[in-house]
C-alpha cells in the first residue's frame, strides 16, 4: 500500500497587471504547456472563476519525489511561478508531524487543521 498524503496547492495571479487576463493565460497554459500534467491529474484540478485561480487537491496518493508525475507537477509550479503566478502548496503525511507547506503567494488561502472524527 504503501505510504500517503493528502495533498493541495493553488495558482493564482500576482498583484501585478490585469488578474483576468492572467487568469485567462493560466487557463490557456494549462491547456497546452502543462497538458501532460493537467491530464494527469484532470479529476483533481478546480477551476475558481469567482476568486480566479486554480485549485488542486488529492487525497490518499503517493506523493514522492522521483515519480514522473510529481516531479512534472513540482516542475509545473517553479515554471509557473517564473511566469508570473503566484502559488501555494501543502502536503500533509500520515504522521501528525509530516507536513510540508510552501509557495510563493501572500493570500495565504491553505490552511492545516487536524480535527477529531467519528466514525
Not at 508570473?84 to 487543521?113: I, K, M, Q, W
Request: charged letters at 30%; glycine letters at 6%; hydrophobic letters at 35%.
Amino acid at each position: 500500500m504503501g505510504y500517503r498524503s493528502d495533498v493541495a496547492a493553488v495558482v493564482y495571479s500576482d498583484a501585478s497587471g490585469d488578474t483576468a487576463q492572467k487568469y485567462a493565460a493560466l487557463k490557456m497554459f494549462m491547456s497546452t504547456k502543462f497538458k501532460t500534467t493537467y491530464d494527469e491529474f484532470y479529476r483533481d484540478f478546480t477551476w475558481n472563476d469567482e476568486c480566479q485561480r486554480l485549485e488542486f487537491r488529492c487525497n490518499d496518493v503517493k506523493w514522492y519525489d522521483g515519480f514522473p508525475a510529481i516531479d512534472n507537477f513540482m516542475s509545473m509550479l517553479d515554471t509557473l511561478t517564473d511566469m508570473g503566478y503566484e502559488h501555494e502548496f501543502v502536503r500533509v503525511g500520515e504522521e501528525p508531524e509530516d507536513t510540508v507547506s510552501f509557495g510563493t503567494g501572500a493570500d495565504c488561502v491553505l490552511n492545516v487543521s487536524r480535527e477529531i472524527t467519528w466514525e
